[in-house]
């Protein structure tokens, strides 16, 4: 019913930046907001950024002052700006919207296939 299509990632340095988009489609009524989480090797997938329809952005500790998170409710895409990339940062990223498909329904979660972000030299 909805789709979340991912786009950008793969290898950059540290310090280095990537940028990462999320376009979700489908049968949407209304977006209440669309974000990225991440899941490391390992570890439990952890939120990095997320963003309302109106503009609130809520950011990971660890990704404060380095990742920016924005949206484009015309297009139902989010972009993730990645810059001052470490290692750590390397995880399999995830494009995530909370959606209401119609006006009598709640709004679901829908979770994109995933990107992988490696940070390496």
């Known amino acids: 019913q909805v789709q979340l299509v991912e786009s950008g990632g793969g290898l950059g340095q540290p310090g280095g930046s990537l940028r990462l988009s999320c376009a979700a489609s489908g049968r949407i009524f209304r977006i209440n907001a669309m974000g990225w989480y991440r899941q490391a090797p390992g570890k439990q997938r952890e939120l990095v950024a997320t963003?309302?329809?109106?503009?609130?952005?809520n950011y990971a500790d660890s990704v404060k002052g380095r990742f920016t998170i924005s949206g484009d409710n015309a297009k139902n895409t989010v972009y993730l700006q990645m810059n001052s990339l470490k290692p750590e940062d390397t995880a399999v990223y995830y494009c995530?919207?909370?959606?209401?498909?119609?006006?009598?329904?709640?709004?679901?979660?829908?979770w994109g296939q995933g990107t992988q972000v490696t940070v390496s030299s």
């Open positions: 963003i309302t329809t109106g503009s609130s952005t």
């Open positions: 995530h919207a909370n959606v209401n498909l119609t006006s009598f329904t709640p709004f679901l979660d829908y």
